[in-house]
């Protein structure tokens, strides 16, 4: 289910609110200055107790050949998420999305993890928080497993913050491989109500201190 904006202006408090009505927005490309509302029928979480980590994945992130952070490079995640790549000619990150979710960053409802190889930026991923609820936006790589390694360590910290949704909006092939399910818009808002009576606070781990790989499967070894 999708609706057009009517209106010129969203504030990062009217989006909160969407969320929080399981709604959220997107524009048909990076150059749209529009943005339209969606609500799936079918709506992508991974349960917080099911992600995949195959053997393969578990040997990088424990290698700690990446070094991973949260929140230490917000704007450079959602530009790198914006920027074209192969395979994704096109992204549907605009202007307008990016200052908006920068504002809810600004307000600490917006975060990111980032992925580096030394000084790089090899990939990352950033959302939204909301009570108990952690709505995924976006993620991108430059380095093979990067985007991967940055779920894996996004799932650890909502575990330890003691978030109870991780919502994907939707579900594409790469994200059924690591544990994505769909559910129906009926039982999503039902997940998701439940998820705003609690909280979660993405900073239990320490943002300044880069969580090793050791340390995000030990995590989510513990579930």
């Not at 048909?28 to 529009?34: G, L, Q, R, Y």
């Not at 991974?46 to 929140?71: K, M, W």
Request: with cysteine.
């Amino acid at each position: 289910m999708t609706s057009r904006d009517p209106t010129p202006e969203i504030t990062a408090e009217v989006l909160l609110r969407a969320y929080a009505c399981g709604i959220f927005p997107m524009a048909e490309s990076a150059t749209d200055p529009t943005i339209f509302w969606v609500e799936p029928e079918q709506r992508g979480i991974i349960p917080l107790r099911g992600l995949h980590v195959s053997s393969r994945l578990a040997r990088t992130v424990r290698s700690d050949r990446f070094t991973v952070t949260a929140n230490a490079a917000f704007r450079r995640v959602i530009d790198g998420c914006a920027a074209p790549a192969t395979g994704r000619e096109e992204t549907w990150i605009n202007r307008r999305i990016r200052d908006l979710y920068t504002a809810l960053h600004d307000m600490g409802h917006c975060h990111s993890v980032e992925v580096w190889n030394g000084d790089d930026l090899a990939g990352g991923l950033y959302g939204v928080s909301l009570g108990g609820a952690f709505f995924g936006e976006s993620m991108f790589h430059r380095e093979r497993d990067a985007s991967k390694v940055a779920l894996v360590h996004l799932v650890a910290r909502l575990i330890a913050g003691g978030f109870t949704l991780l919502d994907t909006q939707f579900v594409t092939e790469h994200l059924k491989s690591l544990g994505a399910v769909e559910v129906p818009r009926v039982r999503y808002l039902a997940m998701l109500a439940e998820a705003l009576r609690g909280f979660g606070d993405f900073t239990t781990l320490p943002p300044d201190r880069p969580l090793s790989g050791a340390e995000a499967l030990g995590i989510l070894a513990a579930r």
